[in-house]
């Protein structure tokens, strides 16, 4: 079991940026890690993915050329760069860690773009 903690988030105003972070309580090599956000009345959407092995992400359509996700094994952490914010990327940010038997969330981090 694995328990993920995400920080970072706050108000910036459009086109700024910030940067996630996902702490988990123990080794994350064994998971692949996501990012997830959520606005009040839709369904949590998939930001990016990376694989175990970090040779690749993933990314929603809505966010490439802007967010970039990384995952640093020494830390258990994965964090999630967003430039270039937009206030459709106002959401809770969660963090993610699942094999194929299971699956883990933090508590999520709220994320608000305004002037």
């Known amino acids: 079991q694995v328990q993920l903690v995400e920080s970072g988030g706050g108000l910036v105003q459009p086109g700024g940026s910030l940067r996630l972070s996902c702490a988990a309580s123990?080794?994350?090599?064994?998971?692949?890690m996501s990012w997830y956000r959520q606005v009040p009345g839709k369904q949590r959407e998939l930001v990016a993915t990376i694989p175990k092995w970090g040779g690749y992400t993933d990314y929603a359509d809505s966010v490439k050329g802007r967010f970039t996700m990384s995952r640093d094994g020494a830390k258990n952490t994965v964090y999630l760069q967003m430039h270039s914010l937009k206030p459709e990327d106002t959401a809770v940010y969660y963090c993610?860690?699942?094999?194929?038997?299971?699956?883990?969330w933090g508590q999520g981090t709220h994320v608000t773009v305004s002037s």
């Open positions: 123990g080794s994350i090599s064994a998971y692949v």
């Open positions: 993610n860690a699942r094999t194929v038997v299971t699956a883990y």
